[in-house]
C-alpha cells in the first residue's frame, strides 16, 4: 500500500473542513438553520396551539414542495421510509409480490418494501449514476420472467413482480428515463426514492425534471441529514390527483371527510407529518437556493483538492443532470482487495481520531441479514464499488 495515502486523503479533507475536536466534531452532515426564521415559525405553532397533524404551516410546505419540485401535487408524511410505503402501497404492491430495487442505498428503501410483506429482488447499478443500470434490468427481467395475463412474474419464485424502484443515490440522478422506458414496455409501475435528492434534476429531450417525477411516485426525505431538515418527515410527488387524494386519505387513517363522524373506509395510518415539523420544512425550503449553491461550490472544492490524486476520482454529476450534491465522495481505485479495504479503514480510523465523521457507504442490502434470500441478478457492479466509496463530510455549515 500506498503508506502516505490515507494521511494525504484525510489531510485534504481537514483542510476543507477544518479541524474536529471531541467538543466540536465535524458531522458527516448537520442541520443548518442559520439566519433562518425557524424560531418564529416555530413559536407561531406554539403559541396557536397547531402543533399536530394539521395547520397552516403543513399547507404551505406542501405548496412550496410542488413549486419547487412542479409536482402537482405533494403531501407531507411523517418520514421518507413511510413515503416510500406509502408509495409502494398505492400503486397496487401487496404481500408475496416482488419490486426491484438496487442493492447499493440504505435499507429503508428495502425495508419499505417488506413493511408491506413483499419481497426486494435486487438489480446491478451502473458506476456513473450508482443508480439501477438500465442495460441490467432489461436482462434481469429478460432472463427471470415470465408473463401471466399482462403481469410480470418471477418464474424461479412464482412471484409478480409489482414494482420497480429508482433509488438517486447521494444525490445524483440515475438514468430513471430509460428505466420508466423499460418499466413500461413490462407494465410495471416505476416509482422514485428520491430521498436525498431534493433539487436534483435531470434533462429530458429539451426541459428539465425534477427528480420523482419521472415514475409515477417520487419520495423524499427531510431527517436531520438532508440538504433540508424538518426533523424527520418526507412527501409523496406526484402529477396524478387520484393518487394524490387517495395518499392523503390513507396515511390520515383512511377517514371520511366529515365534521364530526369518525367513518374509516379501510385500514389506513396515522402518517401526516405534523404542523411543527411542516414549520421548520418552511423555514427550511425558503432557503433552499443558497443551500444549493453551497452546495455546488463545496463539490468544486473536493473536486479540485483531489483531481491530482491518482488513487482515486470523486463522484460527479452524471451528464445529463443537475445535481444537489447532497454528499461528497470519493472512490478508490485501488484493485487488490485486501488492499483495498486496507486503505479504506485507515482513511476512516484516522478521519474519526480527528473527528472528522467520514462515513463508508452502507453494506450491500443483498448481503444484509433479512436480504440474504431475496431473489438476485448478477450484482457485479455494486460489489465493485462497495468497498471503494467514501463519504466526506458535507454540511452547508462548511462553507456558509
Ligand atoms: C436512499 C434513502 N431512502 C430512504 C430513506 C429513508 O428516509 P427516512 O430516514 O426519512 O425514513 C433514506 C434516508 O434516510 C435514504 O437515504
Redesign the pocket.
Given at each position: 500500500m500506498t503508506n502516505h495515502l490515507p494521511l494525504k486523503i484525510v489531510d485534504i479533507i481537514e483542510n476543507i473542513t477544518g479541524k474536529g475536536t471531541a467538543e466540536k466534531p465535524i458531522p458527516l452532515h448537520e442541520p443548518d438553520f442559520t439566519n433562518s426564521n425557524a424560531t418564529n415559525y416555530l413559536n407561531n405553532c406554539i403559541t396557536s396551539g397547531w402543533v399536530s397533524t394539521a395547520g397552516e404551516w403543513v399547507n404551505k410546505f406542501e405548496k412550496e414542495l410542488a413549486k419547487l419540485t412542479k409536482a402537482k401535487h405533494a403531501i407531507v408524511v411523517s418520514?421518507?421510509?413511510?413515503a416510500?410505503r406509502l408509495a409502494l402501497k398505492l400503486k397496487g404492491v401487496k404481500a408475496n409480490e416482488e419490486v426491484i430495487i438496487p442493492p447499493l442505498?440504505?435499507i429503508?428503501?428495502a425495508n419499505a418494501v417488506s413493511h408491506l410483506g413483499a419481497i426486494p429482488h435486487f438489480v446491478d447499478i451502473e458506476l456513473d449514476t450508482l443508480g439501477i443500470s438500465p442495460e441490467a434490468l432489461i436482462k434481469r427481467l429478460e432472463e427471470c420472467s415470465v408473463l401471466k395475463d399482462g403481469k410480470v412474474f418471477n418464474k424461479n419464485t412464482n412471484r409478480k413482480i409489482s414494482a420497480i424502484m429508482a433509488?438517486h443515490?447521494f444525490g445524483h440522478p440515475s438514468r430513471v428515463d430509460e428505466l420508466r422506458k423499460i418499466a413500461s414496455v413490462w407494465n410495471i409501475p416505476l416509482i422514485e426514492?428520491c430521498?436525498?435528492a431534493l433539487g436534483s434534476y435531470r434533462y429530458e429531450e429539451n426541459s428539465i425534471k425534477h427528480c420523482g417525477l419521472f415514475g409515477e411516485i417520487g419520495t423524499l426525505?427531510?431527517?436531520g441529514?438532508?440538504i433540508i431538515t424538518t426533523g424527520?418527515?418526507?412527501p409523496l410527488l406526484t402529477n396524478n390527483a387520484d393518487i394524490a387524494k387517495k395518499a392523503r386519505h390513507l396515511s390520515t387513517t383512511a377517514k371520511k371527510n366529515h365534521k364530526w363522524e369518525f367513518e374509516h373506509d379501510e385500514i389506513g395510518w396515522n402518517d401526516r407529518l405534523p404542523n411543527i415539523n411542516a414549520a421548520l420544512g418552511v423555514s427550511q425550503i425558503e432557503q433552499i437556493q443558497k443551500k444549493l449553491k453551497i452546495k455546488y461550490r463545496l463539490n468544486q472544492i473536493y473536486t479540485k483538492a483531489f483531481e491530482n490524486l491518482e488513487e482515486l476520482y470523486t463522484l460527479n454529476q452524471p451528464e445529463f443532470c443537475k445535481s444537489n450534491f447532497w454528499l461528497n465522495n470519493i472512490i478508490l481505485k485501488e484493485r487488490n482487495d485486501s488492499t483495498l479495504k486496507e486503505i479504506r479503514n485507515k482513511i476512516l480510523e484516522l478521519s474519526h481520531q480527528k473527528f472528522i465523521y467520514t462515513r463508508p457507504v452502507w453494506k450491500l442490502l443483498s448481503k444484509q441479514k433479512p436480504y440474504l434470500k431475496s431473489p438476485k441478478g448478477d450484482l457485479t457492479n455494486s460489489e465493485f464499488i462497495e468497498f471503494r466509496i467514501i463519504s466526506l463530510p458535507s454540511s452547508t455549515k462548511i462553507y456558509s
Open positions: 418520514n421518507g421510509t413511510v416510500l442505498s440504505f429503508a428503501s433509488v443515490i426514492d430521498a436525498e426525505s427531510f431527517n441529514n438532508k424527520g418527515g418526507g
